[in-house]
């Protein structure tokens, strides 16, 4: 799979595009991890036709601590494996968040990268969920 329908079709009708044919590597892995960001920034029952679509509420398990982190650690990784056909061998980790005081849990998030053309590119991800669940990602 490429980029998303949106951004092939941004470059396709930009006649000055350099990409309207091709794709780098870079390209396709800005369009996996900007839908990461924004699935994992979805609360599931949101989408209407997919109900299960997102991130379950975190303010719903955080009174589950300290299974908290387990329950929010295969809730992230079983929406990447469900709806980012793109990526393989996911695995998420919980990391020691260095400020505990800010209540913020801190994941990594490691994955295979299928491109087009059949080869694998390694990414690596972090992600900071805050006690409202809002998700922030890094590289």
Same mark, same amino acid.
């Given at each position: 799979?490429?980029?998303?329908?949106?951004?092939? @079709?941004?470059?396709?009708?930009?006649?000055?595009?350099?990409?309207?044919?091709?794709?780098?590597?870079?390209?396709?892995?800005?369009?996996?991890?900007?839908? /990461?960001?924004?699935?994992?920034?979805?609360?599931?029952?949101?989408?209407?036709?997919?109900?299960?679509?997102?991130?379950?509420?975190?303010?719903?398990?955080?009174?589950? &601590?300290?299974?908290?982190?387990? *329950?929010?650690? +295969?809730? /992230?990784?079983?929406?990447?494996?469900?709806?980012?056909? +793109?990526?393989?061998?996911?695995?998420? +980790?919980?990391?020691?968040?260095?400020?505990?005081?800010?209540?913020?849990?801190? &994941?990594? *998030?490691?994955?295979?990268?299928?491109?087009?053309?059949?080869? +694998?590119?390694? @990414?690596? &991800?972090?992600?900071?969920?805050?006690?409202? =669940?809002?998700?922030?990602?890094? =590289?």
């Amino acid at each position: 799979m490429a980029a998303s329908l949106l951004t092939r @079709l941004e470059h396709a009708a930009d006649p000055n595009s350099l990409e309207r044919h091709t794709w780098r590597d870079n390209d396709i892995e800005t369009a996996v991890s900007q839908h /990461i960001a924004r699935m994992l920034n979805t609360r599931q029952g949101s989408c209407l036709t997919c109900p299960d679509y997102g991130l379950i509420e975190v303010s719903e398990v955080l009174y589950d &601590f300290p299974d908290a982190v387990g *329950i929010m650690q +295969r809730a /992230i990784k079983n929406s990447i494996q469900t709806y980012e056909p +793109r990526l393989k061998n996911v695995q998420v +980790r919980h990391l020691k968040n260095d400020y505990a005081h800010e209540m913020m849990l801190v &994941f990594e *998030i490691t994955a295979q990268l299928q491109l087009p053309d059949g080869r +694998r590119q390694s @990414l690596r &991800f972090a992600t900071n969920v805050d006690p409202s =669940g809002n998700v922030k990602m890094g =590289g």
